[in-house]
């Protein structure tokens, strides 16, 4: 089957990484025709756009894309290129499964944690105002509907993998209303899943729990800013955002990314790490329907961390990305 995907390679290491996950898909027999366009600080540079209409369009047509780290021209009046296609493209799940990879040095050896996190509102809303000078005030927003429709992502998706426990995270006991109504509505859509076992935290103790003892926890759900920072925090306990992947969902399509940023201290010296984005590739082909070939990558990035030295600077080693991405397709 032929597939037409867009493609974002974005700034600094971007185009680097994106066309070591090409390299990578095309060896393992999945026909993908690319439909390539330009969105970051680049492209605001030549356009004087960092998100391009064209850019959102080609994912609605396409509904999947792969996207590289994509940077803001800060000060300059643009709105975040991410924050633009979360909002153009309703992408209200961000999904980021953290695990150990054997090989990578890391606190802990048998992570394997399932991150879910509302995109879409709470204190990322954005809406924030001077109340007088020297007092600021930033609004959170929370909805039924996003609580709703992320609980419910959060459950369909540990039951489509197979995993047996969503913890809801949370910060009810002082934010009542807002963080109380998220724990309402997650706990009522719970009961509709009887087969997957429910957990409550509170935020700040998830954090340390997660610290001590990730194997406590199987998927979690959160919102936005809990979301933000714990899966940081969790990619940290694996070998950090380098190795993580990611992939942000809304009913009509899908953009997956890696974790990382576009790394402007190694740009264009082909040392970048491209493992998070070769996952988030193999993200995309399961959410495809191309199973095999997602675990086949999976298994031949884990194999070079296991079996092989093949490191690129960021952990310890000497390999380019190109030598990297060649010992990952001579395992597939
Ligand atoms: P960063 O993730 O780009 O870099 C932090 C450190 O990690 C740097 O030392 C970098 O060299 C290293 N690093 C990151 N990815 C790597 C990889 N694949 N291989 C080897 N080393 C890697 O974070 P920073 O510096 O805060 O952000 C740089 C730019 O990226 C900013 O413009 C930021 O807005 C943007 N950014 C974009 C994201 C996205 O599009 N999803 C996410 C995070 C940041």
Redesign the pocket.
């Known amino acids: 089957m032929n597939y037409t995907v867009t493609l974002i390679p974005?700034?600094?290491?971007?185009p680097e990484?994106t066309a070591a996950a090409q390299q990578v898909i095309a060896a393992v027999g999945v026909q993908i025709e690319w439909e390539r366009h330009d969105a970051?600080?680049e492209a605001a540079a030549r356009t004087g756009n960092p998100c391009p209409d064209a850019v959102i369009q080609s994912i609605q047509r396409n509904r999947i894309a792969l996207?590289?780290?994509?940077?803001?021209p800060?000060g300059k009046g643009y709105r975040?290129?991410?924050v633009t296609l979360r909002r153009a493209l309703d992408l209200y799940a961000c999904l980021r499964p953290v695990r150990s990879l054997r090989g990578v040095p890391s606190r802990y050896e048998h992570v394997d944690l399932v991150i879910i996190r509302e995109n879409t509102e709470g204190i990322y809303s954005g809406i924030e105002h001077m109340v007088v000078p020297g007092v600021a005030e930033s609004l959170k927003i929370v909805t039924e509907r996003a609580c709703q429709r992320i609980s419910e992502f959060a459950f369909r998706h540990a039951r489509a993998i197979g995993r047996k426990k969503v913890t809801i995270v949370h910060k009810a006991n002082l934010l009542r209303l807002t963080d109380g109504l998220f724990l309402d509505v997650a706990r009522r859509t719970a009961q509709r899943f009887p087969d997957i076992e429910t957990g409550e935290v509170i935020v700040d103790a998830c954090a340390m729990n997660l610290v001590r003892d990730p194997s406590q926890y199987d998927v979690l759900v959160m919102d936005n800013l809990y979301g933000d920072i714990l899966s940081e925090l969790t990619a940290g306990l694996v070998g950090?955002?380098?190795v993580v992947p990611?992939a942000n969902f809304g009913d009509e399509c899908a953009v997956f990314?890696?974790?990382?940023?576009?790394?402007?201290?190694?740009a264009g010296r082909g040392?970048?790490?491209?493992?998070?984005?070769t996952l988030s590739a193999a993200m995309m082909l399961h959410s495809m329907g191309e199973r095999d070939a997602a675990r086949r990558i999976e298994r031949a990035v884990e194999r070079v961390y296991a079996e092989t030295d093949v490191r690129?600077?960021?952990l310890g080693g000497t390999a380019t990305t190109q030598q990297f991405t060649d010992a990952i397709v001579r395992f597939l």
Do not use: F
């Open positions: 974005g700034d600094g290491i971007g990484v970051g600080a996207k590289g780290p994509v940077g803001t800060i975040s290129v991410n950090g955002t380098g990611g990314e890696a974790v990382h940023g576009s790394a402007p201290d190694i040392v970048a790490n491209p493992t998070a984005v690129t600077p960021d």
